[in-house]
């Protein structure tokens, strides 16, 4: 049986792109991908065990977090990571006519602002419309001589469309770090983990008092971000990444240990590897 993935469709998205490439660290021989509609849809195709992986994007370096992607690893605080993986994005405007002619740009709204700098210079008077993914905005160009998409060059062959200039990312760098999810058993070793978590309630020296459990164990922090709780104005969840040293091979399990009781809820998405992708 193949390994099913699900991954931000349709075809030529960079989640496909990150998909392929965490297929292959994972030494995975027969895989099938599934393409879904949105992030949500893909987080739930796996929930659902209608795959038993899912590849979703999770941090940008230009714009940050990815919302869609946070908020649905909150909603299925069960799932685990498997690994991670940095992608270098380099987005083409892409369509059928010239630049003069194009007064409509479609994209995912992630690659919008990484590009809206080059928008703004560019084709100021272009209307921006988002679409689900970069691919999907190639896909719904194809064939019209008005309207372009910002998507990757591997979109445009696969949708047979032209470069109509390259690269248009605001930043050079610009990199996006992919996650593979999984169900079941999280592991407890590798070279981050990332967990998310609740506070009991709104109180002074609440979140210190939880990050002061890393700073106790020497754990460094590589990330912290919040999101809205979603239940009332000033609430909070907080997700945060941890570096786990390789002579700490206890450090998850005693940092968990000691979060869970200052904690509403906690969720521990357990230790991963990650790597970098050097050519995208
Ligand atoms: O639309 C795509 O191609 C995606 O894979 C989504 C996504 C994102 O959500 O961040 C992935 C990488 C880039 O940052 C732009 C878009």
Known sequence: MPTRIAYLGPAGTYGEQASRALAELEGLTEVSFLPCVGLRAVVECLAQAGADAAVVPVENSVEGGVTATLDALWAH????????????????????????????????????????????????????????????????????????????RKAGLEHGLEELAYPVNDVAGNRTRFLLLHRGERRLEGDVASLAFSMHRNAPGALLEALACLAEQGLNMSRIESRPSKRELGEYVFFVDVELPAQQPEALSTLVAALTPLCEHLAHFGAYPSSELVSG
């Open 77 to 152: 605080s069960d799932l685990g990571i498997r690994r991670a993986l940095v992608l270098p994005i380099r987005h083409a405007l892409l369509g059928s006519g010239s630049l003069q002619d194009v007064t409509e740009v479609l994209s995912h709204p992630q690659a919008l602002a990484q590009c809206s700098g080059w928008l703004a210079a560019q084709l100021p008077q272009a209307l921006q419309l988002p679409t689900s993914s970069t691919a999907e905005a190639a896909r719904m160009v194809a064939g019209s001589r008005f309207r372009a998409a910002i998507a990757s």
